[in-house]
């Protein structure tokens, strides 16, 4: 069980260095500005700390919502379910070919999003009964 646990673990915290080294990541390491507080993030997304200057931003509008895709498709909550699932897959495929994308664009909202939260929780579900089977 020591070791499921660990390798778990480990795959986790690989995959955010992974993550973490993409390409259009920004992580600067400079002296801190003087006019913002340590710690405390200044109009333009920028946190300040001793040694390290993050950018840190929220998740911008998505103008293609409700707009069909090439075969004129909106994808759903189904979908979404669908792409949660298969997330993992997705993620380790888009290293290898950017073309791959793990969220579709073009979807109807708030109903994808559910969607796609329930699919990768639906993975975390079963992980969890699998790994937790053997504990007793």
């Not at 499921?4 to 500005?33: E, R, Y």
């Not at 040694?51 to 929220?58: E, H, K, L, N, P």
């Not at 997705?90 to 791959?100: K, Y």
């Amino acid at each position: 069980m020591k070791n499921k646990l660990f390798f778990v673990s480990l795959v986790a915290i690989l995959l955010v260095m992974v993550a973490g080294c993409a390409p259009n990541s920004v992580v600067k390491i400079n002296t801190p500005v003087p006019d913002t507080q340590a710690g405390t993030p200044a109009p333009n997304g920028q946190i300040n700390i001793p040694g390290v200057s993050f950018q840190i931003y929220i998740p911008g509008v998505n103008s293609l919502v409700n707009s069909p895709d090439a075969r004129g498709n909106v994808a759903g909550i189904l979908l979404g379910i669908w792409h949660g699932i298969i997330s993992p897959v997705t993620l380790v495929w888009s290293f290898i070919n950017p073309n791959v994308q793990m969220y579709e664009v073009h979807n109807n909202g708030n109903q994808y999003n559910l969607g796609f939260l329930v699919g990768i929780a639906i993975v975390f579900i079963i992980l969890g009964a699998l790994l937790g089977s053997g504990r007793r």
